[in-house]
Nanobody, 117 residues
Framework: QVQLVESGGGLVQAGGSLRLSCAAS????????VGWYRQPPGKERELVAL???????LYDDSVKGRFTASRDNAAGTVYLQMNKLKPEDTAVYYC???????????WGQGTQVTVSS
């Protein structure tokens, strides 16, 4: 059983930066790849980034070069550094932890990111 809590969201002007955290507790050792997702208002949830346990990463084209995912496996924390933010980045951001040898994962409650013009 894994619990996830996102934090670090807030209101920022275009061009600014935020650092999101996804803190895991419970059976941390069972976590494999972690995904960052976002859901803009009125739209479907979409993938932002993936980071494997070995810190291999994949980014959506919309954030490539601006966002960087990282993780500290011992601490059970995954980060998303967001730079050069745009109004289009406004969304609720969620982390999702995939579990080794399982066909399910765990979601956090989300954190709101609002980027103003």
């Amino acid at each position: 059983q894994v619990q996830l809590v996102e934090s670090g969201g807030g209101l920022v002007q275009a061009g600014g930066s935020l650092r999101l955290s996804c803190a895991a507790s419970g059976d941390i050792g069972s976590i494999a790849t972690v995904g960052w997702y976002r859901q803009p208002p009125g739209k479907e949830r979409e993938l932002v980034a993936l980071i494997s346990r070995a810190s291999r990463t994949l980014y959506d084209d919309s954030v490539k070069g601006r966002f960087t995912a990282s993780r500290d496996n011992a601490a059970g924390t995954v980060y998303l550094q967001m730079n050069k933010l745009k109004p289009e980045d406004t969304a609720v951001y969620y982390c999702n932890a995939r579990i080794r040898d399982a066909k399910f994962g765990y979601w956090g409650q989300g954190t709101q990111v609002t980027v103003s013009s």
